[in-house]
Structure formats: structure tokens, C-alpha cells
């Protein structure tokens, strides 16, 4: 083992604790770069009636910070609940499994006070102990007004409660989601201590308050944009140090810029890394190149087939011009970029090749491109309404997914604009992320020990 002092079992377990590819962070000690949307929660939930609702692209870490948000909430020695939404749930079953867990946990203080907690709804009593399951609940709420007796009796008087429903979008049915803007109305007006934290993609907060346009006062929005840059490098090198190497810096910024802000990423290749680090033959002082190169290529392997998938549609058995387009619409910060732009970009790319390929013309660029807006090239690309040449990724985390895959073969991503050290940029649609900007030395594909040389 090339880093000293852990046994395989000892140091796989204390990787799981710093980094968190496959599920959601839920301690404040491990959560990066969100301190302003936490403070912003913190203060919204002080307000009576009022709930919270995350929203942003998929993987921009909106579980992890619900439950981060809830955990911190919640009145010390008490758990929050979880509830996830899927295409086959419904109100009633949403409710129905919130006070199931309910009334199967335990709060520490009260295990002496009480032998068994119950509900009771339509003459129907639910007891702790008596196996009730979530689907034996949903079935006796037959309204809005009966999820709310039953939310009424677990709620405490005196305890912070508080209640996560993450994937609200998931939820097929638009009647169904909006039952709980109904929901959201009649326990404000009952002043119900239950605090709600929902989390789903920008566009289900519209259907969620559409029918109930007095429910806005009921809920704080939070957008939650792409990690900046000193979350991203944070997260890499607060993992690496823990183990008592150090962190090429050079390699800390490639990091940052294939996750291309995305936290499912930057843990995944840090994972990786750290693995190839364990497992080298040699004992590891530092995290470089090589390790760099060997946790990238085991991240690709690993990425879920749902994000592979429309990249390998877009790319396998195409043109070899495919590949270094797809490249291409990725080799920037901005979500949303123009025709022009990505071939310039095209043309730098196609120039970093080491095998003597020429660039494709404008035109035939133009229609190629056009492709990766249809199924059968994976659906990559989507069209800006009434902007005729301005392009953004339909699913936003596949971005990150091309830059991985360029710099496994050797062609970094740079972007071709130049932005002074310590710019700032504020979140918005278009960069998707705020924070400090990458060093005009990384940008034009120097290393950082090279540009600080000058």
C-alpha cells in the first residue's frame, strides 16, 4: 500500500466519509461552497409557515444540501425525515411514508416518556410497533385536509422538525404536485411546526405554485448554481490532505475544470485517485500527473451509463469530426453559446491533435452539429428559443462528462477567452455558477507554476 497507516477496510471507510459520488452530503463539516444558500435557508425557516424549495440543473448538489440544510435545522438529537418523489408516487403516498417514518423514529429525548407514538386520521389509529407502512396511511387520506391532521400530530410544540421530499419534480402527475401548495397553505394557517425542504429542477417550482399563486409567500426559493472554483479545489484538497499527501496544484485546477463544477464528479475522480494512490506500488508524497491520469480513466468507466449514454450515441460510429464537436460545445464556462463560438473552439481542438486531422469547414460544421440535437445522435444539444445559433446541453451534467473525456485523450479544455486572476463572476443562466474565475494561465493551457514564472 502506497499510503501508509490504513489497513484497505480503514482507509475505504474513511474515504466514504470525505467523499460522497454515489449519495447525498448531509453534515455541514463535508458540504463545500454552499454556506451562503445554507445562511440563507437558516434564516428563511425562522419565518412561521414558511418552507424552502431548492432548485437548479440535475447534480448541482440540491439533495445534498437539503439534507444538510435539515440536519442543521432539526432540534439537536432528533433526525429529519426523507421522502424522495419517483413517477409513481402521489400525494397520499408522499404523506403517507413522511408519517411512517415519523412513527417509527424515535426521538432520544421522549424514549422514556413514551412506550409507543401513534397518528390517527378517519378513525384509523397508526401506532409505532404495529408494522403500519406508508402505503397503509396513504390509503386513509382521503384530502389535503387529512394530511394536514395527520402532520399536526407529529409535529411537536417545542422540537425543530423538519421534513426533506427530494425529486419533487419526479412526481408525474402536475395534480398530484400541487396538492402540495394546498398543503403548504392550510399549515401555515394552523401554524404547524413542520418545516418542508423541497428540492427538484427549475421548472417544478413553476408547477408547483402555478394553480396556487398564494403559496409563494409559503416558500423561500434557493437556485442553486455550479460549484466556483474554491469549492471545487477545496473539495479535492481537504480529501487529499487527510491522508498526509500533498496535492499538485496544477492537478488540483484540472480537477476543478473536467468536473466542470458538477460535486458528483469532483468526488468521483477524486475518489478514484485516491484509490490509484492506495493501491500504487510505490509510497505516494504527493498526488501528480500519473495518479491524475489513472483516477480519470477509472472515473469514465464508473460515470453512470445515463450520462454516457447520449455522449456515446453523439460520438461512436460517427464521423471522427463527432467527437472533437462534442468536445467542442463543452470547451467553455457558459451554458449557453453560439455557433460561432463553439467553431472557434473546434478549430483549437482539432489543432491539439497529434495525428494530422484538418478541421471541417463552417458550413459542414454548422450541420453536424445540428445533429446532436436529434435522438439518434443522443439528443446532446437543444436550441435556445428565438436565438437562431445559440445552443445549450439538454441534460447540463453531460458537459462535464465531454471535458473528462478530452482530457483522457489528451486535449485539455481550456475555453479561448482570457479572464484577469481574480475576476469575479456572479451566478447567472449563462455561466451557471459563481465565485472567482479560473487563472489566465489555466485558461490558455499553461500551468499555474508556469504562469506565476512570468
Do not use: C
Not at 411512517?100 to 416518556?113: F, H, K, N, P
Not at 486535449?411 to 455561466?431: D, K
Amino acid at each position: 500500500m502506497a499510503i501508509e497507516g490504513y489497513t484497505e477496510d480503514e482507509f475505504g471507510t474513511k474515504l466514504g466519509i470525505l467523499l460522497s459520488p454515489s449519495r447525498p452530503i448531509h453534515d455541514l463539516e463535508h458540504l463545500k461552497g454552499r454556506s451562503k444558500e445554507l445562511d440563507t435557508i437558516k434564516k428563511s425557516l425562522y419565518a412561521p409557515g414558511r418552507h424552502v424549495f431548492i432548485y437548479g440543473d440535475r447534480g448541482v448538489g440540491k439533495s445534498s444540501l437539503g439534507q444538510t440544510a435539515a440536519t442543521q435545522y432539526q432540534t439537536a438529537g432528533t433526525l429529519p425525515i426523507f421522502a424522495s418523489g419517483s413517477p409513481n408516487d402521489t400525494f397520499n403516498t408522499i404523506v403517507g411514508n413522511i408519517i411512517s417514518q415519523a412513527i417509527g423514529q424515535r426521538r432520544t429525548e421522549e424514549v422514556q416518556r413514551f412506550e409507543h407514538q401513534s397518528v390517527e386520521v378517519n378513525g384509523m389509529k397508526f401506532t409505532e410497533g404495529n408494522a403500519a407502512t406508508g402505503i397503509d396511511i396513504a390509503a386513509a387520506i382521503r384530502s389535503v385536509g387529512d394530511a394536514v391532521e395527520l402532520l399536526s400530530q407529529i409535529a411537536s410544540p417545542s422540537d425543530k422538525r423538519s421534513v426533506v421530499v427530494d425529486e419533487f419534480d419526479t412526481i408525474a402527475d402536475p395534480i398530484e404536485r400541487n396538492k402540495f401548495a394546498a398543503l403548504l397553505k392550510q399549515m401555515g394557517d394552523r401554524s404547524i411546526k413542520l418545516k418542508f425542504i423541497f428540492t427538484g429542477i427549475g421548472r417544478s417550482l413553476d408547477e408547483l405554485l402555478g394553480a396556487h399563486q398564494s403559496a409563494y409567500r409559503q416558500l423561500e426559493t434557493v437556485e442553486l448554481p455550479r460549484l466556483g472554483w474554491d469549492a471545487r479545489r477545496e473539495i479535492v484538497r481537504s480529501a487529499v490532505e487527510s491522508f498526509g499527501i500533498g496535492l499538485n496544484d496544477d492537478v488540483n485546477w484540472r480537477i476543478a475544470m473536467v468536473s466542470d463544477g458538477y460535486p458528483y464528479y469532483i468526488h468521483l475522480v477524486t475518489e478514484k485517485i485516491l484509490w490509484a494512490a492506495y493501491s500504487a506500488d510505490a509510497r505516494v508524497e504527493e498526488i501528480g500527473w500519473d495518479l491524475f491520469n489513472q483516477g480519470l480513466a477509472d472515473a469514465i468507466v464508473s460515470t453512470t451509463a445515463e450520462l454516457k449514454r447520449p455522449y456515446e450515441s453523439a460520438v461512436l460510429h460517427r464521423p471522427q469530426e463527432f467527437e472533437d464537436i462534442a468536445w467542442a460545445t463543452a470547451d467553455h464556462d457558459d451554458l449557453l453559446r453560439s455557433t460561432n463560438d463553439m467553431y472557434e473552439s473546434y478549430k483549437v481542438i482539432v489543432g491539439k491533435r497529434r495525428d494530422g486531422r484538418a478541421a471541417i469547414d463552417r458550413a459542414r460544421f454548422t450541420t453536424q452539429l445540428r445533429k446532436l440535437k436529434t435522438l439518434p445522435y443522443g439528443a446532446v444539444l437543444q436550441q435556445e428559443d428565438g436565438r437562431p445559433g445559440w445552443y445549450s446541453y439538454r441534460e447540463k451534467m453531460l458537459r462535464g462528462f465531454a471535458r473528462m473525456q478530452a482530457q483522457a485523450n489528451g486535449v485539455e479544455l481550456t475555453g479561448e477567452r482570457a479572464a484577469p486572476r481574480q475576476q469575479m463572476h456572479m451566478g447567472n443562466v449563462r455561466i451557471g455558477y459563481h465565485g472567482p474565475s479560473i487563472p489566465v494561465g489555466v485558461r490558455s493551457g499553461k500551468t499555474i507554476s508556469e504562469w506565476e514564472e512570468k
